[in-house]
């Protein structure tokens, strides 16, 4: 690089280029020019090389705005890219901080090294005259001569983004960020200046999630959307095949892949399996449907999203939803979900189950703490109860179905309540979960129209094994809904109704007595108690 003049005017004037934006006649944009005139890299051989733009990088500068989301295969230099672009936003103009949030530390370390390779090999004249750094600590850089900085954090970081003010913002693989990614993300987006530059970028991982609905939402918020399937990228080819499979000669007529394309292709079917399309996406709908650890089978919850109706009633202002009306000569179940309630806590659901088909009847799901809770699901059971026949009032007893069952001790009282283990209402453990939630995935694919509520659809999109191995609702999604249905549903189809006596009034059959406190409680009461 040839010795030039590196004061201040030199720079900002530099700095004007990165405005000149990219034309369809392949005349390269002013960063991609300033990127391969200063930028250095480490290619994929581990070599030290100039920063020149790829086709997809090229892509992102012709179309890029002041609000963007990326959607993309692995290793396509997105990230790299970005870093670059904003690096020499942060280097050639005054009082600019620029942020890139990472979804792990290892990522943010990552991510900073690049950013760090580029200042070393900036010539010594810049690093010594007016990019001298005050500040190079793990994930900071600062200019004080322009006044500038560059951060790298991460979004586990609850403060990440709050006090500062931002002129370019980098969030990367979105899809993967920790606990509550949409309000970190709303702290971020608050950090960022009017006129500012925003880029969310990620891999695809699943239908659900604060990046997946930024993906759906892009077009109404003015975000302009990018997507970037694998064969983009040049270097994935591998031996050619002739053998075409139809799923292959589809993608041949339709994006002129190459024999030695399709041959990496089958390459990645073998080595990622089933998360081929999420890591190796080719298809911005199909991507993210087929990505995730959703615990349910993609196919046939879309299938069956598609055929759902409106409900036939609608209460509480959407929150009570009634699918199938009380049938005189039918038995029901109405299985509740507590929760703490508050208007910022978890939702409380209950859905009523007609007991001999498993059909799904009605659902609430709402805000409720413990004893509104027990008012609106006596209700329900009250409501679904047919001569001789009353409902069958099930209630998880974990966490506050404690607080549920102790409200129908008192004030709420009703006649026909499950119990298990000598104790009112059903417990759900670590162990009997994953067994439930998978009764109800096989009953999802045999008999779809059982299911009527697209809300409860929904959450089973997002309900998910976390990398613990734990299941439950994805960041930010609930899955309230999914447990009152899963959770007693399967047990009562499989279990109670083949196996176990009635609850008194319920038709034949007779109650258990237990020995117990709690039994006097119900008995004292004249309330059926069902033991299993």
């Not at 997105?78 to 942020?99: D, Q, S």
């Not at 979804?103 to 900073?112: P, V, Y």
């Not at 050619?240 to 399709?262: C, K, M, N, Y």
């Not at 659809?457 to 609930?478: D, I, K, S, W």
Request: a neutral charge; one cysteine or more; aromatic letters at 8%.
């Amino acid at each position: 690089m040839e010795k030039v003049d590196v004061g201040i005017e030199t720079l900002l004037a530099r700095g004007k280029q990165l405005e000149h934006p990219a034309c369809e006649s392949g005349e390269e944009s002013g960063a991609a020019t300033l990127a391969r005139d200063w930028l250095k890299i480490r290619d994929r051989e581990g070599r030290e090389s100039k920063l020149i733009a790829n086709a997809v990088q090229l892509e992102f500068e012709r179309r890029r705005r002041q609000q963007n989301i990326v959607v993309k295969a692995r290793q396509m230099g997105m990230t790299t890219w970005v870093a670059g672009r904003f690096f020499l936003k942060t280097i050639t103009a005054p009082g600019v901080l620029t942020v890139q949030v990472a979804h792990t530390r290892e990522a943010a370390q990552s991510i900073f090294r690049v950013v760090q390779r580029f200042w070393e090999c900036l010539p010594e004249e810049f690093r010594k005259g007016p990019l001298k750094r005050s500040r190079a600590n793990v994930g900071q850089m600062v200019f004080p001569e322009l006044d500038s900085e560059f951060r790298v954090l991460t979004a586990s970081d609850e403060n990440a983004g709050r006090g500062l003010t931002v002129q370019n913002m980098h969030l990367s693989e979105v899809s993967r960020w920790p606990g509550d990614a949409a309000a970190t993300l709303a702290g971020l987006r608050a950090a960022l200046v009017p006129g500012g530059e925003l880029v969310l970028e990620s891999t695809p991982y699943g239908a659900h999630g604060c990046f997946y609905e930024e993906w759906q939402e892009a077009e109404m918020k003015g975000v302009v959307r990018h997507f970037f399937p694998w064969w983009k990228e040049k270097a994935y080819v591998a031996n050619p095949v002739t053998d075409l499979r139809e799923d292959e000669v589809e993608l041949v007529q339709q994006h002129g892949l190459t024999s030695a394309q399709i041959g990496f292709r089958r390459g990645l079917e073998a080595s990622y399996r089933g998360l081929r399309a999420q890591e190796f996406a080719e298809s911005a709908e199909e991507c993210f449907l087929t990505s995730g650890n959703c615990c349910f089978d993609i196919d046939a919850l879309e299938a069956r999203l598609r055929e759902v109706t409106e409900p036939a009633e609608v209460r509480k202002r959407g929150r009570l939803q009634l699918f199938l009306p009380v049938q005189p000569d039918k038995a029901y179940i109405v299985a509740v979900d507590p929760a703490g309630g508050g208007s910022e806590g978890d939702y409380a659901a209950v859905q009523v189950i007609e007991r001999a088909s498993g059909a799904q009847c009605a659902e609430l799901q709402q805000r409720l703490r413990p004893q509104e809770l027990t008012r609106a699901a006596v209700a329900l059971a009250v409501e679904y109860s047919t001569p001789g026949r009353p409902a069958l009032l099930v209630i998880e007893r974990n966490n506050h179905g404690h607080g549920v069952l102790a409200h129908l001790q008192g004030n709420e009282p009703y006649g026909n309540v499950y119990g298990s283990d000598d104790v009112p209402g059903w417990l759900t453990t670590c162990s009997s979960k994953p067994a439930i939630v998978s009764n109800m995935d096989a009953l999802l694919v045999e008999e779809p129209g059982l299911f009527r509520s697209r809300r409860l659809l929904e959450e089973c999109r997002t309900f998910v094994t976390h990398p613990n191995g734990r299941l439950g609702a994805a960041n930010g999604a609930h899955d309230d809904c999914v447990m009152a249905m899963a959770s007693w549903r399967w047990r009562s189809r499989w279990r109670c109704g083949r196996s176990c006596r009635p609850a008194a009034g319920g038709g034949s059959g007779q109650v258990e007595r237990l020995n117990t406190d709690v039994h006097r409680w119900y008995r004292s009461r004249q309330i059926s108690y069902l033991k299993i």
